[in-house]
C-alpha cells in the first residue's frame, strides 16, 4: 500500500475527527512533485464515490467540495509526508470510508461531486461513522 489513510471511527453528530493521509517512500514522490495534488475522497454504501477536498503541491492552495466548505480543513506536513484532514461538525450524511489520493494537479475534473483526474497513488480508505 503507497497511501495510507488512518483515524476514522465513530462520531457522534457535532463530532470531529481527524484523519491523516500518510506516503511511503514509493509514493512521497507524489507529494513533493509540484504538477501533483493530494486528494481527500469518499464513498458511502450504495453510492458513487465523490470527491471531499484536495491541496496542490505547488502553492498549497486547497479546495472543497460544497458540502464540506465551513466544516472540513486539509493541510498538510511534508516532513512527515502527511496530508490531514480535520473534520468539525461531522453529521450522519459524512458518514464513509474516506480514501486519500494523489493526482496530477491540472487533470481534475469535476462533475458534480464525482471528481476525475489522472491518479498516481490510491491507498486503503478509513471508515467514518457518524451516528447517536
Known amino acids: 500500500v503507497q497511501l495510507q489513510a488512518s483515524g476514522g471511527g465513530l462520531v457522534q453528530p457535532g463530532g470531529s475527527l481527524r484523519l491523516s493521509c500518510a506516503a511511503s517512500?514509493?509514493?512521497?514522490?507524489?507529494?513533493?512533485?509540484?504538477?501533483?495534488?493530494i486528494g481527500w475522497f469518499r464513498q458511502a454504501p450504495g453510492k458513487e464515490r465523490e470527491g471531499v477536498s484536495y491541496?496542490?503541491?505547488?502553492?498549497?492552495?486547497?479546495d472543497y467540495a460544497d458540502f464540506v466548505k465551513g466544516r472540513f480543513t486539509i493541510s498538510r506536513d511534508n516532513a512527515k509526508n502527511t496530508v490531514y484532514l480535520q473534520m468539525n461538525n461531522l453529521q450522519p450524511e459524512d458518514t464513509a470510508v474516506y480514501y486519500c489520493?494523489?493526482?496530477?494537479?491540472?487533470?481534475?475534473?469535476?462533475?458534480?461531486?464525482?471528481?476525475?483526474?489522472?491518479?498516481?497513488?490510491w491507498g486503503y480508505g478509513t471508515l467514518v461513522t457518524v451516528s447517536s
Open positions: 489520493a494523489t493526482f496530477v494537479d491540472s487533470s481534475l475534473i469535476k462533475y458534480g461531486r464525482r471528481w476525475f483526474a489522472d491518479f498516481g497513488s
Open positions: 491541496i496542490s503541491v505547488s502553492d498549497d492552495s486547497t
Open positions: 517512500e514509493s509514493a512521497a514522490s507524489g507529494f513533493a512533485s509540484d504538477n501533483y495534488a
